[in-house]
Structures are given as C-alpha cells and as structure tokens.
C-alpha cells in the first residue's frame, strides 16, 4: 500500500493506492488525524443541498445535535 498526498495553500488532501492485481472491495476504513484546537471549519447544516450558506466556527462550534452535510471543510 501506498499513501498519496497533496498539500494546498488552504488544505491537504490524502489517499491510498493499493498494489492488488484484482478489484478489491473496501468495506471500511478508520483513518484519523487531530487537527489543532482553534483550526477552522467550513460545514452545512441538514442535507437537503450543497447550495445553502456554509458556516465556520472552530472545532468546538460544530454543532453534535445536528445532522451536517459532507465536506465538512
């Protein structure tokens, strides 16, 4: 296996390359990363489209009772 990075001005971006020589099915995966405290997030609230306003606030103003939509930025 292979880990793959690109680093921008404003973020990095990650993946793995597999040498299989088939298809191969990835059921899960559990990577993880601590960003610092006081980093800054971009996200949507609820899921209904990528069109509405993002919000940002720090890590500790991400809402958990919410449902946010993907990126999370």
Same mark, same amino acid.
């Given at each position: 296996?292979?880990l #793959?990075?690109?680093? =921008?001005k404003?973020? @990095? ?6 040498n ?6 990835i059921?899960c ?7 610092p #405290?006081?980093?800054? =997030?971009?996200?949507? @609230?609820?899921i ?7 919000k ?14 993907l990126p999370i930025?």
């Open positions: 296996m292979k #793959e990075t690109r680093t =921008f404003d973020g @990095v971006a990650y993946r793995y390359v597999l299989a020589s088939k298809p191969r099915k059921e995966e559990s990577s993880s990363w601590t960003l #405290e006081k980093a800054k =997030f971009w996200y949507q @609230v609820g209904g489209s990528y069109e509405t306003v993002y940002s606030s720090d890590a500790a103003g991400i809402p958990t009772n919410k449902v946010l939509c930025t």
